[in-house]
C-alpha cells in the first residue's frame, strides 16, 4: 500500500527527520519529498534537522503551556473548593440549631453545586417534612415551593424517594 500511496503522489525522493517532545518521544516527522530522483546532501540534511529542531522546540514550548493551562485550571477549581469548603464551614458554624444549619448549608451550595436544593428530612415518627428549599434563580421562587411540597407529601405510598427517606438505604 505504501508502494501505491508513493507511486499516485509520485514521490521518488524523501527525506524526513522526527519531531520530538521534551523526552525525546517521536511525535511525528518533518519530511522533503521531491518527484525527482536525488541525493539529499549532507547539507539540506542538516537544514531539514534543523528546521525539525525549530519545530520540535516550538511543540514542546505548546505542550508545556497546554500542560501550564491545565495545572492553572485545576488550581482555580481546586481554590473554588476550598473557598466554598470555608463557607460553609463560616455558615455552619454560626448555628446549633439544625434547620437554620441546613436552611445555611441549601442557601450557600445552591448557586455553586445545583440549581435547586431541597433539603427534606424524616422525623423520628416516619413524618416526612421539608426543611428548606432554595433555587438559583429567585424568581423561581413558586417552582421550588411547588415541588417542596410535592417531595414533603405529593408522593405516591411506593414512591423510591420515601422509600430512601424512610429507610435511608
Known amino acids: 500500500r505504501d508502494n501505491l500511496a508513493i507511486r499516485d503522489l509520485n514521490v521518488v525522493a524523501y527525506a524526513g527527520m522526527p519531531l520530538t517532545d521534551a523526552d525525546g518521544r517521536v511525535l511525528g516527522s518533518l519530511c522533503?519529498?521531491?518527484?525527482?530522483?536525488?541525493?539529499?546532501?549532507?547539507n539540506e540534511l542538516e537544514v531539514l534537522n534543523d528546521l525539525a529542531e525549530a519545530c520540535s522546540s516550538e511543540l514542546r514550548l505548546r505542550i508545556a503551556r497546554e500542560v501550564a493551562e491545565e495545572a492553572r485550571r485545576h488550581a482555580e477549581s481546586v481554590h473554588d473548593q476550598l473557598t466554598m469548603l470555608t463557607q460553609l464551614t463560616?455558615?455552619?458554624?454560626?448555628?446549633?440549631?439544625?434547620?437554620?444549619?441546613?436552611?445555611?448549608?441549601?442557601?450557600?451550595?445552591?448557586?455553586?453545586?445545583?440549581?435547586?436544593?431541597?433539603?427534606?428530612?424524616?422525623?423520628?415518627?416516619?413524618?416526612?417534612?421539608?426543611?428548606?428549599?432554595?433555587?438559583?434563580?429567585?424568581?423561581?421562587?413558586?417552582?421550588?415551593?411547588?415541588?417542596?411540597?410535592?417531595?414533603?407529601?405529593?408522593?405516591?405510598?411506593?414512591?423510591?424517594?420515601?422509600?430512601?427517606?424512610?429507610?435511608?438505604q
Open 32 to 42: 522533503a519529498i521531491d518527484n525527482v530522483p536525488r541525493a539529499w546532501t549532507p
Open 90 to 168: 463560616e455558615t455552619l458554624a454560626g448555628t446549633l440549631e439544625i434547620d437554620e444549619a441546613l436552611s445555611r448549608l441549601c442557601a450557600t451550595i445552591t448557586p455553586r453545586l445545583a440549581d435547586w436544593c431541597l433539603v427534606v428530612l424524616v422525623d423520628p415518627d416516619g413524618t416526612v417534612r421539608r426543611v428548606t428549599a432554595a433555587h438559583r434563580d429567585a424568581g423561581s421562587a413558586a417552582d421550588v415551593e411547588r415541588f417542596a411540597e410535592l417531595m414533603a407529601s405529593g408522593l405516591g405510598a411506593k414512591s423510591a424517594v420515601l422509600a430512601v427517606q424512610r429507610s435511608g
